[in-house]
């Protein structure tokens, strides 16, 4: 009998000692990568709450709005203009959502807060806030970026405007467009393909 225990003893050993070498022969899954581009994760940004016509108590407020969202289906829009052409797309965005209540939806408009030492986040905040007002959103929230000289990490100097579908913050669909006034059935075709690629999962 002690022989055979000390024979189990020693088997179970081995099996331990092989499967720690097994796991630590394993690759550890790859991180993804923080942004707004393809496979990437997005981070956590704070982001102005101007009017979210669902989380009402948001509004005026500091937040994460991929973070409020980090365990849906969400279409983010980043914008370095408040024009005419933005509110547009905005508000087909948002008809569009009125057929998918399972899709978050926001943007994130890049301005600069302060224009030399003045700081101009009043009267940026106000205006974004009369124009969101008008378009009456009921699925869109309207957020600005909270970076003083509207830099972002979100998305390269060079982009105007940046369309990102996620889930879970993994980032499945990332197109940008290089003027802001692009045609909007083109950037309506993305939101469509987008809208089949939602309901797939």
Same mark, same amino acid.
């Given at each position: ?80 203009? !408040? ?6 797309? #905005? ?5 569009? $959502? =009125? *057929?998918?209540?399972?899709?978050? +939806? ?69 197109? !940008? ?6 045609? #909007? ?5 993305? $939101? =469509? *393909?987008?809208?089949?690629?939602? +309901?797939?999962?």
């Amino acid at each position: 009998m002690p022989a055979s225990r000390h024979l189990m003893r020693i088997l179970f050993l081995a099996c331990c000692l092989l499967l720690a070498t097994g796991l630590q022969a394993q690759p550890q899954a790859a991180k993804s990568a923080q942004g707004t581009k393809l496979s990437n994760f997005i981070p956590t940004t704070t982001t102005w709450v101007v009017l979210s016509p669902t989380l009402p108590k948001y509004n005026g407020r500091n937040t994460c709005l991929a973070g409020i969202y980090r365990k849906e289906k969400t279409i983010s829009i980043y914008a370095r203009s !408040d024009n005419q052409h933005i509110w547009d797309l #905005l508000q087909q965005l948002d008809q569009q $959502l =009125e *057929k998918h209540p399972g899709i978050k +939806a926001y943007i994130v408009i890049h301005k600069p807060l302060f224009n030399g030492q003045r700081n101009q986040s009043d009267q940026v905040f106000t205006t974004i806030e009369r124009l969101a007002r008008a378009r009456k959103l009921k699925h869109v929230d309207v957020s600005l970026s909270r970076s003083h000289d509207g830099r972002s990490k979100l998305f390269d100097d060079q982009t105007q405007l940046r369309f990102v579908y996620s889930e879970q913050r993994i980032v499945k669909i990332s197109q !940008d467009f290089d003027k802001v006034d692009q045609p #909007l059935e083109e950037v309506m075709s993305l $939101l =469509e *393909k987008t809208l089949k690629l939602a +309901a797939t999962n």
